[in-house]
């Protein structure tokens, strides 16, 4: 069973909506509205997972690093090295961020406070 949702668009919205629905091969525009929603929502969700599998690779990199240049008695949780990684890290995390399109970023901040990582980055 399918639901009925209204939705106002202004005269600028509107007129975006006609010209796009115009140039594509839909028949109609509720079905056009629906592919371009849903098709963007996916694209989104297979940035984030794709984010996510890179931060952990980054991380298991980072980690192999640390222990492949690790000296006979020296200690891999030393602050410098734990600081230096998570600079890496955050610097990381800012660059993919401002790659990506704004509602990927308004999904990442419900999850990480991009001004912590500012401040962090920029106290350094």
Do not use: W
């Amino acid at each position: 069973m399918g639901r009925y949702v209204p939705i106002r668009f202004n005269d600028e919205e509107a007129a975006s909506l006609e010209r796009s629905f115009a140039a594509s091969e839909d028949v109609a525009l509720s079905t056009h509205i629906k592919r371009v929603y849903f098709d963007a929502v996916r694209l989104q969700v297979d940035v984030l997972q794709d984010i996510r599998r890179d931060m952990g690779r980054i991380e298991a990199g980072v980690e192999r690093l640390r222990e492949l240049h690790a000296e006979p008695g020296e200690r891999l949780n030393d602050p410098q090295n734990v600081d230096m990684m998570l600079s890496i890290l955050c610097g990381l995390y800012v660059m993919v961020r401002k790659s990506v399109g704004e509602s990927i970023r308004a999904q990442a901040d419900q999850v990480l406070e991009f001004t912590a990582i500012e401040r962090y980055l920029k106290d350094r």
